[in-house]
């Protein structure tokens, strides 16, 4: 069965400084990877999503994240932090090919950016 | 703006009673899903429709049910509410192996 880890259920950090969520994952076929933002009382919006092709992914506000089959890992980095990117990250996988994609999220990481 | 919109946003609900929570999804989309979000945790998948067909579901019971439309709108019906269906809900549409776009949800309170 698939299923994802966040380590860390809230991380903080300054502004400017760098920011980094961790994912990691468990498959046995090859994963679709996504990452998504909750602002408070809000849905989820799309950061950006692995599909198989380049390992590096470049998402929306300066987010990237790397996959690393080796690892099972999927952290989402961001070079300098702003304070409006204080929100909960959730990372997903999903399978489209065995699983008619449903997303299996993580537990979510509460981003806290202070001054 | 995803283009996916759920109503209502809020709803306050006795414990046994029955609820219905709709989504309209974004344009071109066959695919509906919809989550459930309790207070901290990540959303966990109730069930997918696809072209008016239930293709998956999660482990949900059979009071958690839902309908998808030809316009692909969709609704959940959950009968026999009890406290711990509160939470908010969340509606996805997509296209064939594309990502999902989420509503905003709606927020159910079971007292």
């Known amino acids: 069965a698939q299923s994802v880890t966040q380590l860390g259920s809230h991380v903080s950090v300054s502004e400017g400084a760098l920011v980094l969520l961790r994912c990691n994952y468990s498959s046995s076929v090859p994963p679709y990877l996504f990452w998504y933002v909750q602002y408070p009382n809000q849905g989820l919006q799309l950061l950006l999503k692995y599909t198989s092709a380049a390992t590096l992914v470049k998402g929306i506000n300066g987010f990237e994240a790397e996959f690393k089959k080796s690892e099972t890992s999927f952290h989402l980095t961001k070079p300098s932090a702003h304070m409006r990117d204080a929100a909960e990250y959730f990372c997903?996988?999903?399978?489209?090919?065995?699983?008619?994609?449903?997303?299996?999220f993580g537990q979510g990481t509460i981003l806290t950016v202070h001054p | 703006e995803t283009g996916v919109t759920q109503s209502p946003t809020h709803l306050i609900k006795t414990r046994g009673q029955q609820v219905t929570l709709r989504c309209s999804s974004q344009s071109g989309h066959n695919t509906v899903s919809w989550y459930q979000q309790a207070l901290g945790q990540g959303p966990q998948f109730i069930f997918q429709?696809?072209?008016?067909?239930?293709?998956g579901r999660g482990n949900f019971p059979p009071r958690f049910s839902g309908l998808q439309f030809p316009n692909y709108s969709s609704e959940l019906n959950v009968n026999a509410l009890e406290l711990d269906d509160s939470a908010l809900y969340l509606c996805?549409?997509?296209?064939?192996?594309?990502?999902?776009?989420f509503g905003q949800g709606t927020r159910l309170t079971v007292v």
């Open positions: 997903a996988v999903s399978f489209y090919r065995t699983s008619y994609g449903k997303l299996t």
């Open positions: 996805a549409s997509r296209m064939e192996n594309t990502e999902a776009f």
């Open positions: 429709y696809y072209r008016e067909e239930e293709n």
